[in-house]
């Protein structure tokens, strides 16, 4: 991960003040530069930067690989949410609460990365989804 709270002002990423990211990333190491810096495979966005950085800059990613989205991946709608889609339902099981059951389904997500299953309330899931059932 690279560290660019200190270009603020300099360069914006993405959002303006509180909003803009204090790390892009991950990046690739291509190599290392001395006892002290590394050389990183930049975006093509990012043309105009060196990719030569001092390790003050850098920190080590501890997210899993496949957990990173890409943003050609990410599905905006109008009111700039994002959306989400359930894949399949695996599972189904009974909650019983003192006066009512409530049937819970296992759904699977796309565009979600390792943990891509949650439990969610039927009744909740048919409201949003009609074109979902099994």
């Not at 690279?2 to 909003?19: A, C, E, M, Q, Y």
């Not at 957990?67 to 050609?72: A, D, E, G, M």
């Not at 979600?112 to 009609?130: C, F, I, M, Q």
């Amino acid at each position: 991960m690279l560290k660019v709270s200190p270009w603020k002002g300099i360069i914006i990423f993405g959002k303006r003040r509180n909003l803009s990211p204090h790390f892009l990333g991950p990046f690739k190491v291509l190599a290392r530069v001395g006892l002290q810096a590394y050389k990183l495979e930049l975006r093509p966005e990012m043309a105009g930067i060196h990719n030569t950085f001092h390790v003050c800059y850098l920190r080590k990613c501890l997210a899993e690989e496949e957990s990173v989205i890409p943003l050609s991946e990410i599905f905006v709608d109008e009111t700039n949410r994002c959306v989400e889609e359930p894949e399949a339902i695996l599972e189904r099981k009974i909650k019983v609460l003192r006066h009512k059951e409530i049937v819970m389904v296992k759904i699977q997500w796309k565009h979600h990365r390792g943990s891509n299953v949650t439990w969610e309330a039927e009744e909740d899931l048919k409201r949003r989804y009609p074109h979902l059932s099994k």
